[in-house]
């Protein structure tokens, strides 16, 4: 029998009770890279082939960008600016990896200059997007808005 988190048992792990032979529902905790965070991820339907490799997000902590969004993976945290955070990321049908910035508009519709910093979001995202391939310019490849996040996928 598996075991999953629950009352202290004399038996086994502590805090760990023997799983019930049939599971509706199984979860995966992942701990967030650098961080004492974690976020519980829905692993049950893996096999049902959804759009994230099988995996749905199903709660983080407040302020912790999801660790899925629209395919891909966030990794490692590269760095931090003002208006966000850079991460690896990584995409199962791709063989390379992507950094992503990712933008809590959260904070940004908080701010009392709220417009004028979505009218820069919105102005960044048309620059990159009309950018010719360079050598030493980093490319574009989504940009994109789910829930209160905002994700620049690049190169």
């Not at 992507?98 to 933008?103: G, H, L, P, R, S």
């Not at 910093?117 to 391939?133: D, N, V």
Request: glycine letters at 12%; charged letters at 25%; a neutral charge.
């Amino acid at each position: 029998a598996g075991w999953t988190v629950g009352e202290p048992s004399h038996r086994g792990s502590p805090g760990c009770v023997p799983a019930p032979s049939k599971m509706t529902g199984v979860v995966d905790v992942t701990a967030d890279s650098g961080s004492d965070v974690a976020e519980v991820v829905d692993i049950s339907d893996a096999e049902s082939g959804g759009d994230a490799g099988g995996v749905s997000e199903v709660a983080s902590a407040p302020g912790v960008p999801p660790m899925w969004f629209r395919g891909y993976r966030r990794g490692q945290e590269l760095g931090r600016g003002s208006s966000g955070k850079v991460f690896l990321c990584n995409r199962k049908s791709s063989p390379t990896g992507f950094a992503v910035k990712i933008i809590d508009l959260r904070r940004i519709e908080m701010s009392p200059y709220a417009e004028r910093e979505q009218k820069k979001l919105r102005r960044e995202i048309g620059i990159l997007k009309k950018l010719p391939p360079h050598k030493s310019v980093v490319q574009l490849v989504d940009a994109f808005e789910e829930g209160h996040w905002m994700f620049f996928v690049l190169e």
